[in-house]
């Protein structure tokens, strides 16, 4: 049975960085679903213009390296642009994660499978993640990170989900 994560909000405050867009006022809140572990969360990452520390640590946590457990911090930039996406596209649904955050041994383990997979890839930096989001074509999901040009965006057509990433901005 898959552990359920909930949490929406949090009286501890992080550090307080300008928004990318949007209202800067406004709470943030973003559903995943993570397709390996089977793990749900719901979380308000930022709130009254500062990002919150323990939602953070979740965000951590339930995006850590899912074949070995590893943990990392996670560029609340990342998320910023997740739920920009939703804004934009009017769809307040779930995240399907792929892939978030990788470990040196896990990336050094998929670049000997595929070619496709970068040295110094953002997910082992925590900066990136491969979504589906539940109710929105992949194509319209890649064409709305594409437009709103604050960071990497890789289109898997095959595999149906969406690379972003906090990096320099560059499409694939």
């Given amino acids: 049975m898959p552990r359920i994560i909930v949490f929406i909000s949090s009286a501890l405050l992080l550090t307080f960085m300008p928004a990318a867009a949007g209202d800067p006022g406004s709470s943030r809140t973003l559903k995943f679903y993570h397709t390996h572990t089977l793990e749900t969360l719901e979380v308000t990452y930022f709130e009254n213009g500062l990002y919150l520390l323990e939602p953070m640590e979740q965000l951590r946590v339930f995006l850590a390296d899912w074949r070995n457990g590893d943990p990392h911090e996670i560029d609340p930039k990342l998320m910023d642009i ?34 496709g ?9 925590g ?13 319209k999901l890649r064409d709305t990170a594409l437009a709103l040009k604050l960071g990497g965006v890789g289109y898997y057509a095959k595999t149906d ?10 499409r694939w």
């Fill in 117 to 125: 997979v970068a040295q110094n890839s953002q997910h082992i930096l």
């Fill in 127 to 139: 900066k990136a993640i491969d979504v589906r989001l539940r109710g929105l074509d992949t194509r």
């Fill in 82 to 115: 997740l739920w920009e996406i939703q804004r934009v596209t009017d769809n307040n649904d779930t995240y399907e994660v792929i892939s978030a955050y990788r470990s040196l041994e896990t990336n050094r383990y998929l670049r000997g499978k595929s070619k």
């Fill in 161 to 170: 989900f969406v690379h972003v990433d906090t990096g320099r901005v560059r």
